[in-house]
């Protein structure tokens, strides 16, 4: 048995966090810094068993927001819960389901149940208006500022910041707007197609980890395609 009887879903014990620190599990990878913990979810990869015993000590239930406008398979809950689970505990984290299995309406889903929160969503340029269209199709109560229009346009938004539960803008446009980032503070920073941060050494990479969030999640469709080095970036 992997984990101490003594481990409760409420609490995470020095016993869980020594092994967190050295485990790198098929499909399960826990890549720990000085100030942070991050996790890879990789579902189709996971030995059964050991994740039910992560079930029982560390993923929690929650509840699907009652306004999103759809209904979750039962490995998106899982994912829903994971990203809850993790924020919780103010974990960093990789949602790494492969292609098309719904990791934006997963998170949709999160960010919809801390809509009293602002967070950021960073994604390609060929992706933002999908992300926009089904933010509005699956979340309509959340108030969603879009950043990528004129120069002029994103500053107006982002002078009204506190009106808006979630901004959305492009890796491109993040990095040529960043000094105007420099004093907002965000609960959530998400980043679609992480791989474009793949590089810790590029200069779009070292812009984005300068987003002033709590917890931040990266997406992505393609682990298994990345070295470890590119995991941990």
């Known amino acids: 048995n992997l984990w101490p009887s003594a481990c409760k879903a409420d609490a995470l014990p020095a016993e869980l966090c020594s092994l967190l620190a050295g485990l790198l599990f098929s499909g399960l990878c826990f890549v720990v810094s000085l100030t942070t913990v991050s996790i890879i979810h990789y579902p189709t990869l996971f030995v059964n068993t050991f994740f039910c015993d992560l079930n029982q000590f560390f993923i929690k239930n929650y509840e699907i927001p009652k306004d999103l406008n759809a209904t979750l398979r039962d490995y998106q809950v899982s994912g829903f819960e994971f990203f809850k689970t993790l924020s919780d505990y103010q974990f960093g984290g990789i949602l790494a389901d492969e292609m098309g299995l ?14 009293d929160k602002k967070s950021i969503v960073i994604t390609p340029t060929a992706l933002i208006y999908n992300w926009k269209n089904e933010l509005e199709k699956f979340a309509p109560t959340l108030k969603v500022g879009l950043l990528h229009a004129a120069k002029s346009e994103r500053g107006k938004i982002l002078d009204n910041i506190d009106n808006y539960d979630v901004i ?63 995991l941990w970036s």
């Open 102 to 115: 719904g990791k934006t309406i997963q998170t949709i889903a999160f960010l919809l149940s801390n809509k």
């Open 168 to 230: 959305l803008t492009t890796y491109t446009t993040y990095k040529n707007d960043i000094d105007k980032y420099k004093n907002i503070n965000f609960d959530y920073c998400i980043i679609d197609e992480a791989q474009n941060i793949k590089n810790p050494d590029a200069i779009i990479t070292k812009a984005i980890k300068n987003v002033n969030a709590k917890v931040k999640f990266a997406l992505t469709g393609t682990p298994i395609e990345n070295n470890l080095m590119e």
